[in-house]
């Protein structure tokens, strides 16, 4: 079987790169190059993964800077041509700064920085990034963000509604979304988006957080596992 | 010659933004028996200098700095003013 190749970028205060690079790499064997953010070569890779972290120290907005570092402007490009870009916490804030997906994120309503595990209900699941999940399956897998409430204007969120791109909620260990069991306030509990074409997913939960048995969680393997699987199929 | 503006830029949440922090800080007023404060909302000014050849150009340039970089449109609304140094 062929597998995808991927690459991580890396902006100064990333700090899940070396998580994701290490999960694809050692538990998957698959192809991963780092990618620095002053350069533009996406080295043919397949899956742009843009890690978790404090891009820029977080300054203005989170990702407000990253997102014109220059590597970003070649990822743009990969994913207007229909590659997949994964965006991590970090990485979700930098697409949605970059108008890759719709909307913002705000501070957390508790202000706080929130650092636990979380369960996520799969809502989706016609995009790679949880074709292999049951729909409604429950996820447990870590969140560490201080700015993760997602909102955007009643339209864009009909759409989103619309369109089926909402593809995690948080929720209770049962699977049911609810206010009780969202760690920041996000508009309907969303803790992940997909773009209208299904290539570039945003979530602010880490799947490589919970991947290797030694952490004692890995259902964010079955995100891993969905794109080994279908990325050639 | 170019000319040298001054601009401060003000960023405001959009009213229809929630603002926690804002919420937090007149609680905290409270505590202080500063019982007649309202609508406590956070922003962010920002000032620097622009070196322009005349003031539309300098509007320009600051307004393209606001609407792409310094403010969020989806969360933020931003003004600014310009002084000839």
Request: neutral net charge; hydrophobic residues 35%; charged residues 25%.
């Given at each position: 079987m062929t ?17 994701a ?17 002053k ?10 993964i843009?890690?978790?972290?404090f ?7 989170t990702?407000?800077?990253?997102r014109?570092?220059?590597?970003m402007?070649?990822?743009?490009d ?58 409604k399956?429950v ?5 560490a ?16 509604n619309?369109?089926n ?17 969202n760690p920041n ?5 969303i803790?992940?988006i ?20 030694v952490l ?15 990325f050639?199929? | ?10 960023i ?33 000014f ?16 600051v ?16 003004e ?6």
């Amino acid at each position: 079987m062929t597998k995808p190749k991927f690459g991580v970028v890396i902006f100064p205060g990333s700090n899940c790169d070396y998580d994701a690079f290490y999960v694809l790499r050692k538990l998957y064997d698959f192809d991963v190059n780092f990618l620095w953010h002053k350069d533009s070569d996406l080295k043919n890779s397949d899956m742009i993964i843009l890690p978790g972290g404090f891009s820029y120290g977080d300054y203005l907005r989170t990702g407000s800077i990253a997102r014109f570092s220059p590597i970003m402007n070649s990822v743009i490009d990969f994913a207007n041509k229909g590659g997949y870009v994964l965006g991590i916490c970090n990485g979700f804030q930098i697409l949605l700064e970059a108008g890759m997906l719709p909307g913002v994120l705000l501070k957390n309503n508790s202000l706080q920085f929130v650092s636990k595990d979380v369960y996520l209900s799969v809502e989706s699941n016609s995009c790679l990034y949880t074709k292999g999940i049951e729909l409604k399956k429950v996820l447990k897998v870590p969140v560490a963000h201080g700015e993760g409430n997602y909102f955007t204007d009643e339209e864009t969120l009909k759409e989103l509604n619309d369109n089926n791109q909402i593809v995690f909620k948080y929720s209770s260990p049962e699977g049911k979304p609810g206010e009780e069991f969202n760690p920041n306030g996000s508009l309907q509990n969303i803790a992940g988006i997909v773009n209208k074409k299904g290539n570039i997913l945003g979530m602010m939960p880490h799947p490589e957080r919970a991947s290797d048995p030694v952490l004692g969680k890995t259902d964010g393997r079955l995100v891993f596992d969905s794109i080994g699987k279908y990325f050639y199929n | 010659m170019n000319i040298l503006f001054r601009a401060k830029v003000i960023i405001k949440r959009r009213p229809s933004i929630l603002d926690p922090q804002g919420k937090a800080v007149e609680k905290g007023a409270q505590h202080l028996g500063l019982n007649n404060i309202r609508d406590t909302r956070i922003g962010k000014f920002i000032e620097f200098t622009v070196d322009t050849k005349d003031k539309s150009a300098a509007e320009k340039e600051v307004n393209d700095y606001c609407a792409k970089l310094l403010a969020n449109p989806i969360m933020e609304d931003f003004e600014f003013t310009l002084d000839q140094i």
